[in-house]
């Protein structure tokens, strides 16, 4: 037995008990030594970006992720944790594009190829920071099956889902209205916008009546945007407002414009909004969009994908839009058409990767049919997805989550998959060159074979994984590729199966657990439990763990750019892994965690705790070597303090693996905790003194052979929560048929 000397110190020891987990190849599950018909217990890594750097939120959630493995790897389960990054299209290019512009270089100047060639450089050199980062953390999965979401493998996955959905009928391409980033020039989802609040103005405007009813000469309408309202095709009005019964069907003048548009009814006005009376603008609204459709209403697009008025603004053309906005207001007063105008703070939509503002546009994409039963009468993805949860085969904890959950899929909206960046997958359709595209009435072209033809005249693309040899149009044209690349999400969603090799995909699919943000429920979670219905017939997983978020000291969320994000490699710099993941768990009793540093340093204390009980035990009952096999069969209580320590460990170890098992993760290190500061060390330790001080050798043997088990069974019980203190201590512990790390021991 080597002797425990000095004080922890856990740089000394944590790169080097690190080097050595990776070097036995056990966070491999294929090297462990389970029976034949061994349960699997496999999790699923939530990506990360390549342009990511850990943060507290990847320090927490993956620290719960290696407390589940790791102690699922101790139950004798065949363990999987499966790592992977997300190539993150939006990100990453906008990143490479912010180098180049410190060169004075841009993407368009180098041209997609050489950009792209410029983004694998960047990837290989800066993509796999995080990796190493998590590392220092400690996190034990299998590194060997670590996959990129642009590997060959992984994208082969991707376009066949593409065709697979195109196939079925779930496809289409088509002209609507999608929230577009002028600044990333690419259409988004809805799920990848966020909001700011923003003080702006409610004005109030006058649109006359063509001809005067009684002694009503016009309507007000109330709008945050008067620049769109060059583009109105109508004003609405909810149908159950008595205030406008008489006026639905009239005509209206629109101001500046002076274009003729009808006063309609839909049940999607709200009566309480300004005067109760909308303005329709189906080019530059989502809902407006839908009530141009219900109402047959023709689309004027104003604003172009840059973010400035177009041609059918007339003198606003070529302003950017902010600017249109106040000439329009100084044109309305002049006309005495604005009646008043009013303070209002609302909400803005924004660009979740660069932090531009939205502008909703019409525009051709591809789009993923959601809600409505597909072409061969199965259900639709968000009802499968919805149905999984709702039947209780996935199970969303905490279970307040599956609110948000079932509202985004009940009322669902077709998914904008299409992106108009460099970066990522690309879409696998051909065009012809020679002759113009438009868009096809039908949206669900007959499959014929892998390679799919459009079967519209006016229509004229090829949906195929390989580039057409012949052009089936021309007969004559070398076929161009789509631009477009698909949604970051698109691919994500299929990393449960994507993300394992053909022989994995036999052994390890369906996985277990995931563990991951509340704020990619619906972004991710929703769309992998859909696809893998889809692809694989099977739910990829049966538990989805909503951890919480690291909040400020008071209260706010943190952020780099604000300045209030705080790094947690500082912590493990300064105090150690194990210190910096016991400060996480220890706070981490809620959905909200208000931050606070002396946890760690608790961390801290508690690490040089365990190590010098350790020295103490170690000390004392040299070279007593005790049994693994448990229960050990030469355990008993001599004395009423053997008793008491031997029934309080009993009761620990059943609380704390009742609350793993439950995703309970800070009450069962405080109970742990409690159990050994207090209970072990300052209780039995000192009493065990006096017990190897007597003359009586049973008595001294036993309470030697006490304080072995206790330790080991504490050492076990603490591991998967601060993993490299306790294997240090555990490698030095004299066990018969003793493990070759405590990582493999039994529980």
Not at 12 to 30: A, H, L, M, Q, R
Request: glycine letters at 6%; a neutral charge.
């Amino acid at each position: 037995m080597e002797s425990i000397t000095g004080a922890y110190e856990p740089k000394e020891t944590e790169s080097k008990i690190y080097e050595k987990w990776e070097k036995s190849g056990y966070f491999n599950p294929d090297n462990l030594s389970v029976e034949k018909n061994t349960k699997n217990y496999v999790v699923y890594m939530p990506l990360p970006n390549v342009t990511g750097t850990l943060h507290m939120g990847h320090a927490l959630n993956n620290t719960i992720q290696d407390i589940v493995i790791r102690y699922h790897r101790m139950n004798g389960y065949r363990t999987l944790w499966l790592p992977g990054t997300d190539h993150a299209g939006i990100a990453t290019q906008f990143v490479v594009e912010k180098e180049l512009k410190k060169q004075g270089i841009s993407r368009f100047e180098l041209g997609r190829e050489k950009f792209i060639e410029k983004v694998w450089e960047w990837k290989n050199k800066y993509g796999n920071t995080i990796i190493g980062q998590l590392k220092k953390l400690g996190v034990s999965c299998d590194w060997s099956r670590i996959r990129f979401t642009m590997d060959e493998a992984y994208a082969k996955d991707v376009q066949n889902a593409f065709l697979h959905y195109y196939e079925r009928g779930l496809l289409y391409r088509g002209k609507r209205v999608v929230n577009w980033c002028p600044r990333c020039g690419t259409s988004l989802s809805e799920l990848e916008l966020e909001y700011k609040d923003e003080k702006s103005k409610l004005w109030y405007i006058k649109y006359d009546l063509k001809n005067q009813i009684s002694n009503l000469k016009y309507i007000t309408v109330a709008t945050t945007r008067p620049e769109t309202m060059l583009g109105d095709t109508a004003v609405a009005v909810n149908p159950k407002d008595e205030r406008y019964k008489n006026l639905i069907g009239k005509t209206l003048m629109l101001p500046i414009v002076h274009r003729e548009i009808p006063i309609i009814a839909d049940d999607a006005i709200d009566m309480e909004f300004g005067t109760g009376a909308v303005k329709v603008t189906p080019a530059h609204d989502m809902v407006d969009f839908e009530i141009g459709e219900r109402h047959t209403l023709e689309v004027i697009q104003v604003i172009n994908e840059r973010g400035k008025m177009n041609e059918n603004a007339g003198v606003y053309n070529e302003m950017k839009a902010e600017e249109a906005r106040e000439k329009i207001v100084e044109k309305l007063k002049e006309e005495g058409l604005l009646e008043k105008e009013e303070e209002y703070d609302h909400r803005v939509a924004i660009c979740y990767r660069c932090g531009h503002v939205i502008e909703p546009i019409p525009s051709l994409q591809w789009f993923l049919k959601m809600s409505m039963k597909d072409t061969s009468g199965k259900d639709s993805l968000a009802k499968n997805a919805l149905d999984a949860v709702k039947s209780g085969k996935v199970k969303i904890i905490p279970n307040n989550f599956e609110k948000k959950y079932f509202d985004w899929l009940e009322n669902i909206r077709d998914w904008t998959i299409s992106r108009q960046i460099w970066w990522g997958h690309q879409i696998p359709v051909y065009f012809c060159k020679n002759k113009l595209e438009s868009i096809s009435k039908s949206q669900f072209p007959m499959p014929t074979g892998r390679q799919v033809i459009s079967n519209e005249d006016k229509e004229r693309y090829v949906v195929s994984l390989e580039k057409p040899k012949m052009c089936p149009f021309c007969k004559n044209c070398e076929m161009e590729q789509s631009l477009d690349v698909l949604d970051t999400w698109f691919s994500s969603a299929l990393w449960p199966f994507a993300g394992l090799s053909e022989s994995d995909l036999r052994n390890y699919y369906p996985g277990t657990t995931l563990i991951t943000a509340r704020d990619i429920l619906n972004l991710w979670v929703a769309r992998m439990i859909y696809s893998g219905i889809e692809f694989k017939k099977e739910l990829p997983f049966t538990n989805v763990f909503i951890n919480g978020t690291i909040l400020t000291k008071d209260g706010k969320r943190m952020s780099k750019s604000l300045g209030t994000g705080i790094d947690p490699l500082k912590y493990i710099d300064q105090y150690g892994a194990d210190a910096t993941r016991f400060g996480i768990m220890w706070q981490a009793t809620g959905q909200d965690i208000r931050w606070d540093e002396t946890a760690i340093i608790a961390g801290k204390k508690f690490a040089n705790k365990l190590w010098n009980a350790a020295r103490f035990v170690l000390t004392n009952t040299s070279p007593n070597n005790i049994s693994i096999h448990q229960p050990n069969p030469h355990i008993s209580a001599s004395t009423e303090a053997d008793k008491k320590i031997l029934s309080a460990l009993e009761e620990m170890k059943k609380s704390v693996e009742k609350d793993i098992e439950e995703f309970e993760f800070s009450r069962p290190l405080h109970t742990a905790y409690d159990f050994f500061w207090h209970e072990f060390c300052d209780v039995y330790l000192e009493t065990s003194k006096e017990q190897l001080s007597v003359k009586d050798e049973n008595l001294s043997e036993n309470t030697k052979t006490i304080l072995l088990h206790v330790l080991l069974s504490s050492l076990k019980i603490f591991h998967p929560f601060i993993p490299f203190v306790t294997e240090e201590i555990y490698s030095h512990i004299p066990l018969e048929n003793k493990k070759e790390y405590l990582m493999i021991e039994v529980w």
